[in-house]
Structure formats: structure tokens, C-alpha cells
Nanobody
Framework: QVQLVEFGGGLVQAGGSLRLSCVAPGRTFSHYAMGWFRQAPGKEREFVAGIGSVAHYADSVKGRFTISRDNAKNTVYLQMTSLKPEDTAVYYC?????????????????WGQGTQVTVSS
């Protein structure tokens, strides 16, 4: 059962930007830690960014991606800039009910269906 919904994926040229959004229909997640993960073909799902009391980023996206949240709108965002072809993947939003941000996908309870991001060279 899909409990989170992502928006904003698409095709962009290298150097471009995209903003992903994640909403939780019918659910209040202001006390959740939220994370963004991605999975490229043939690779494991990897942590991209997370936000609890503070934000945390994978080294590969630090300085290029920004995670933020609007609790009034039950929405989490991932602003992606200076995109590279290696950022191409399906991006997933996840929620951790403990409120403690984790880089491990095993610690997240709620997941979205994913949104495809493709960066062309």
C-alpha cells in the first residue's frame, strides 16, 4: 500500500535542476524523520538526504541538493541542482515514525512509489 506520494521527476540535461515533492495524504508527519533515497538499475537503494531535527546529505549530493519540509502542507521537498548523469535513478521518499533520521532504508516505515529522474549528458 502506497502511503507517500512523490511528484516532480522527469528528464533534465546535465547541469539542470529539478524539485521533488513528497506528500502524505491523510497523514500528519510533522514528527517523522523524512528521507530521500534513490535506486539506479542494478544498484542497491541508497540514501540521498534526510531531515529530522537537522538535515543530512550523502557526500555525493552535498552542496547540490537541499531537503526541506513544510509541515503545514505535509510536504517534504528535495531541490536538486547541478544535476549529473550519475544522479539518474528512481527517487523514493520515506518516513521514519521514530523521528530519528537514519541513512538506512530499513529504518523507514512509510514509502512512496518512486519517481524517475533522468539526467542526460
Amino acid at each position: 500500500q502506497v502511503q507517500l506520494v512523490e511528484f516532480g521527476g522527469g528528464l533534465v540535461q546535465a547541469g539542470g535542476s529539478l524539485r521533488l515533492s513528497c506528500v502524505a495524504p491523510g497523514r500528519t508527519f510533522s514528527h517523522y524523520a523524512m528521507g530521500w533515497f534513490r535506486q539506479a538499475p542494478g544498484k542497491e537503494r541508497e540514501f540521498v538526504a534526510g531531515i529530522g531535527s537537522v538535515a543530512h546529505y550523502a557526500d555525493s549530493v552535498k552542496g547540490r541538493f537541499t531537503i526541506s519540509r513544510d509541515n503545514a502542507k505535509n510536504t517534504v521537498y528535495l531541490q536538486m541542482t547541478s544535476l549529473k548523469p550519475e544522479d539518474t535513478a528512481v527517487y523514493y521518499c520515506a518516513g521514519d515514525t521514530t523521528g530519528h533520521m537514519s541513512t538506512s532504508p530499513r529504518d523507514y516505515t512509510y514509502w512512496g512509489q518512486g519517481t524517475q529522474v533522468t539526467v542526460s549528458s
